[in-house]
């Protein structure tokens, strides 16, 4: 009884997490250009709404930015060093050609390549604005939403197990 009792307790405790999990948001960074030179992410991220706890990815890999490394890297900067395309050595630095992000934090956040004149010249900088967490989705009519039913339930269940 007693690892039945667990296991429902872990399926409601994984219910939990699974639909907050859901909420978060994969970008796929330049849609299917990559990060690569003269392309404008100023106007790919224009229309898009970043939140905290969204994933910045480039493809299906989960990377956030795909690219040749030998060739290119992304160095998330400050304002000023965006407006310059200079870094520090105390920036964060990603070169593997396969990078992934996730938003933790709201604000702005600033990307460059800083091989050659790539930012510069070629476009290589992207800019973008976090938001705080989306709020769960209200229920668009009286019948209650399948993750949350499910959600609700495995609590009711878990507690019901845990105090057997």
């Not at 990559?34 to 970043?50: E, I, M, P, R």
């Not at 050595?89 to 933790?104: E, F, M, P, R, W």
Request: hydrophobic residues 45%; charged residues 15%; aromatic residues 10%.
């Amino acid at each position: 009884m007693a690892s039945f009792s667990a296991s429902l307790a872990f399926f409601a405790i994984s219910m939990v997490l699974l639909s907050s999990v859901a909420l978060a948001t994969d970008f796929v960074v330049g849609d299917d250009k990559g990060w690569t030179l003269d392309f404008n992410y100023t106007v790919w991220a224009q229309d898009k709404v970043f939140r905290v706890g969204d994933n910045l990815y480039e493809d299906a890999l989960m990377a956030v930015f795909n690219y040749d490394n030998s060739k290119h890297n992304v160095v998330k900067v400050n304002q000023t060093e965006f407006h310059d395309c200079s870094s520090t050595a105390a920036n964060d630095v990603y070169q593997s050609g396969k990078d992934g992000i996730t938003l933790k934090s709201e604000g702005r956040k600033w990307y460059i390549c800083s091989k050659g004149n790539h930012c510069s010249n070629h476009q290589m900088k992207l800019v973008i604005n976090v938001e705080s967490a989306a709020p769960a989705p209200a229920p668009t009519s009286s019948a209650p939403s399948l993750v949350a039913s499910l959600s609700a339930g495995a609590l009711i269940v878990a507690g019901a197990a845990i105090l057997a």
